[in-house]
């Protein structure tokens, strides 16, 4: 295939377009590139120009545009020479995508406009216990405490009694935590959430080559030490692997999971509705049954 490249381009032209004007020379003529048949017009560099730019940077930006128009054109041209038979396939695939997109976007109008966002805590609890065997964990989750202070700390024992009682009431808590803050402990609270049991023994002097799961088997304050520091930990929950996970863990996947069927349910009712009227109104017909019946 002989290629035809003609362009025409100058800093003064450039300059004219991005001032939005054109000379009096080139009324009648709105071509600024040409590849073969396919012409790049004026008008498309200018609507393409962004309006903040000005002076020298619309000019580079025109340019660029030019060469980035020129060379995806020739190598259009090439495509169709190395690929021939490669036509068809690529325009259907574009207009798959593009019925893809449109048939999307209807998907959403209905969604958005239907959708019930709102999942009280019984849909959730509901859902949980019908499908309970869907959330077996694959690791152990762990609730607990870890403190951590001073191994050379004298009043180590009374401080296990504070942190032992710290659950019993706001009072003990209160006095528990002055004590913390006071000496400069870090006290790792997880007991409002569940977490990886990995994840909780990353905060204490462990390694990866010993088994830890009979701490699991003592809800009592456990303590360790290293390097001149001391640790006190305890469980308040554990739930194993094997086991059925907790609610609280699971309820976001779950809210996920419900919100995703409510979408399906929108969808597929619409589209339930849409082949009912066309066939009802004659629009819309399927012969695949009259032709078994041949």
Known sequence: MRRIINISLCAALLTLISCRE???????????????????????????????????????????????WLVRQLKIEEADELFP????????????????????????YYVDKLMNNELSDKDIADYYNTHKSDFTLDRTLVKGRILRFDGAYRQSKRLKEQMRKASASPTDAKTFS?????????????????????????????????????????MDIQEMEANGTRYYFDFTSVCRKGNVAPLESVSENIRRILLTQRRSEIIKTHEEEIVKRA???????????????E
């Open 178 to 218: 002055d004590v913390c803050e006071k000496n400069g402990f870090v006290l790792t609270d997880y007991r409002s959430e569940w977490i990886n049991f990995s994840d909780f023994l990353a905060n204490l002097p462990t390694t990866r080559s010993q088994d830890y799961d009979p701490l699991l088997d003592k």
């Open 22 to 68: 054109l000379p009096d020379y080139l009324v009648g003529s709105n071509t600024l590139a040409r590849v073969g048949r396919n012409e790049l017009s004026i008008t498309e560099v200018k609507q393409a120009i962004p309006s903040n730019l000005r002076g020298e940077d619309s000019i580079a930006f025109a340019k660029h545009y030019v060469d980035k």
């Open 279 to 293: 066939s009802d109104e004659g629009h819309a017909r399927i012969y695949l049954d009259e032709n078994k019946e």
């Open 85 to 108: 038979g490669s036509v068809n396939d690529i325009e259907k695939m574009v207009e798959d995508y593009r019925q893809t997109l449109l048939t999307g976007k209807v998907d959403q």
